[in-house]
């Protein structure tokens, strides 16, 4: 089993920044791909950013520029800057690992709320 643990969710204005943060723990091995999604009210979740296998980075179109992933590989820790958030950056995020076999984990997500 793995735990995956997020935080730093908030309220902030518009143009705001916040920081989130996902520990990974457990049966970590092989990771395949780690990194953010969200689900804003009433919509399906999507892609924020992840990292691949390789070491590479994905990011939704939309949010290049304002969203960069990070991690700390001896901590099992990726992270999720978030600069100049707009209101339609509202939305639960949730941190996604999935492993090498195919087993795939989801945290329990962060809510994230952007006031105009």
């Known amino acids: 089993q793995v735990q995956l643990v997020e935080s730093g969710g908030g309220l902030v204005q518009a143009g705001g920044s916040l920081r989130l943060s996902c520990a990974a723990s457990g049966s970590i091995f092989s990771i395949n791909i780690m990194g953010w999604y969200r689900q804003a009210p009433g919509k399906q979740r999507e892609l924020v950013a992840i990292f691949t296998s390789v070491g590479s980075t994905v990011y939704a179109d939309s949010l290049k520029g304002r969203f960069t992933i990070s991690r700390d590989n001896a901590k099992n820790t990726v992270y999720l800057q978030m600069n100049s958030l707009e209101p339609e950056d509202t939305a639960v995020y949730y941190c996604?690992?999935?492993?090498?076999?195919?087993?795939?984990?989801w945290g329990k997500g962060t809510l994230v709320s952007v006031s105009s």
């Open positions: 996604h690992l999935k492993r090498g076999d195919g087993m795939g984990y």
